[in-house]
């Protein structure tokens, strides 16, 4: 199984798109940033979690679900990069890949050294964009292809066969 575990501000910091939402709402860089990510773990098939700081916020961690993508929330006085190294050392396993995006290179390194692989911020936008174009590219050959497998045929034909269609039911 592959699992990917984002650090969420440090991408929202780091693409054009979030981090421009994030000046007008903090919260719409957010749930756009769990929609790429969810199409991306649609894609992929990856468990994707993606951790946000809350170590300026008074509180215990919170964690749910959102379109297939599991979010949580530090506790009080902890960062999303100490999470991150916790939950990758509680998942791997023999079976399990663990692979951490985050831009911040202190904790790249200190991932890289649990066995983890690091994809920077500018490389996970890469791929997701790439996919993007994937899934574009495959959707437009899908119609072009059912538009092929149609017949052509006059209005008055086309109207004889509704009819027996409709008869046979």
């Known amino acids: 199984m592959n ?5 969420g501000y440090n991408m929202i910091g780091a693409w054009p798109e979030l981090a421009r939402l994030r ?9 756009r940033l769990i929609d790429m990510l969810s199409e991306y773990r649609a894609y992929t098939g990856y468990r994707v979690i993606i951790v946000f ?4 916020q008074k509180g215990t961690e919170k964690k ?17 990069d100490e ?6 050392i509680s998942l791997r396993n023999i079976k399990t890949q663990i692979h951490v995006a985050t831009s911040d290179f202190t904790e790249q390194w200190s991932i890289f050294g649990q ?55």
């Open 83 to 88: 999470y991150i190294e916790k939950l990758a």
């Open 115 to 169: 066995g983890a692989l690091r994809i920077s911020a500018r490389e996970l936008l890469r791929e997701i964009q790439e996919i993007k174009g994937d899934i574009g590219r495959s959707v437009k050959k899908n119609h072009q292809k059912k538009l092929s497998n149609r017949i052509s045929m006059s209005e008055d034909v086309a109207q004889i066969f509704e009819k027996w269609r409709r008869r046979d039911r």
């Open 3 to 7: 699992v990917l575990l984002v650090d």
């Open 53 to 56: 700081d809350a170590h300026l």
């Open 64 to 80: 749910h679900t959102r379109a297939n993508v599991e979010i949580i929330y530090t506790k009080e006085n902890e960062t999303a």
């Open 23 to 31: 000046e007008k709402d903090y919260e719409l860089a957010r749930n």
